[in-house]
């Protein structure tokens, strides 16, 4: 175990909640809103500019961060360390956590900040990332992790599918570092399979296709699917994990009291709990408030179980994310 632990959490989504009528006429386009309903789970979403908000992934993973400040009761000179997950940055360069330094401290300060893009497993990398580095920095007391999403920006107009599933959003954790024998991290599992990188993704402005004219033409730039995603995917990697997760640290998976996983799909959650064996009532899903938030869905939903009361101090938690290219990331800790 790493003498590292949770002490605050908070979320940030954009504007009013739009739910898939009112997509529907704000967007003009057309999906089928009972199947994204009674399948993915999906009844609503945050989307900024669809609100005229002139708000983007940087602010919403600050709005998030102090959020999540306030909740753990410091300030935000007290942090000294910030990560920010995200797959859809506020620039390529600098990085996102930079930026959102500079809006929490307003000025030079002994503070880590850095990026980790790992598609939608984003945030539970960079949880562990941040949690390895307190345990062996102990000038490191404070640390804020954020997953923030804001793949909306990079829809084109004509995504019907994009926009019935992805939306804005972001969580933050407060980390302290301390021993605390009832609150602390177990642990992580991780898996990678970059021969998956040609599914979906963003593959226009980078170094590789910079966004020129003919880019736009072509309709190359924005989100991409160039081809179907495995079906069976996630039904059979998140068992998988979680079981190598639970054996790696000698933990019965009874003794788990609650997990939350990508909130991409209801059904699959439903499917992945029961082979398991775990009943639902032992995880939270808000992708019906939130719509798909990517990196920052995994944070929203443990804030949401948090306040909900539905875990507590002392509970053994798992996260579980999986994202485009392929990368996944999985978390054990006690709350």
């Known amino acids: ?24 006429q704000l967007t003009g386009l057309t999906f089928d809103a ?4 009674e399948k993915l789970g999906i009844k609503q979403r945050h989307i900024a500019h669809l609100r005229n908000l002139n708000e ?13 400040i306030r909740s753990a009761g410091l300030n935000a000179d007290d942090i000294n360390l910030i990560i920010v997950g995200t797959d859809t940055p506020e ?27 790992a598609s939608c497993a984003s945030f539970t990398i960079a949880f562990d990332n941040a949690v390895r580095l307190m345990a062996t920095d102990e000038t490191l007391k404070y640390a804020v992790v954020i997953g923030v999403y804001n793949m909306p920006a ?22 302290a570092r301390g021993y605390d024998r009832s609150s602390n991290y ?27 004219h003919d ?15 495995p079906g069976d995917r996630n039904i059979r990697l998140w068992p998988m994990i979680v079981k190598e997760l639970l054996r790696k640290y000698k933990t019965p998976i009874d003794e788990v009291d609650h997990f939350i996983f990508t909130q991409i799909n209801r ?49 053994k938690v798992v996260f579980m994310a999986s994202g485009a290219g392929l990368a996944v990331g999985s978390n054990l800790l006690i709350y």
């Open 1 to 24: 175990m790493l003498p590292v632990k949770i002490i605050g959490t908070g979320i940030y989504a954009p504007g009013l909640p739009i739910n898939n009528e009112e997509l529907m």
């Open 267 to 315: 059904s699959v959650i439903v499917k992945v709990m029961e082979t398991l064996g775990v009943d639902m009532s032992k995880t939270t899903t808000v992708m019906d408030l939130y719509g798909y938030t990517g990196s920052g869905c995994v944070p929203m939903a443990f804030h949401q179980a948090v306040m909900d009361d539905k875990i507590k101090r002392g509970d």
């Open 56 to 68: 983007s992934t940087a602010d919403f993973a600050t709005q998030a961060a102090q959020a999540a």
């Open 34 to 37: 009972v199947k994204l309903e």
């Open 215 to 229: 880019t736009l033409i072509k309709k190359e730039n924005g989100l991409l699917s160039l081809k179907p995603l």
């Open 186 to 212: 177990i642990g992580s599992q991780m898996l990678s399979d970059g021969t998956q990188n040609d599914f979906i993704g963003i593959y226009a402005g980078g170094s590789k296709n910079p966004i020129t």
């Open 154 to 175: 990079f829809l084109r107009q004509d995504d019907s599918f994009g926009y019935s599933i992805f939306a804005d959003g972001a969580g933050a954790v407060v980390l």
């Open 91 to 117: 620039y390529i360069t600098p990085a996102t956590a930079i930026l959102v330094q500079g809006r929490l401290q307003k000025s030079e300060k002994w503070t880590v900040s850095f990026d980790v893009a």
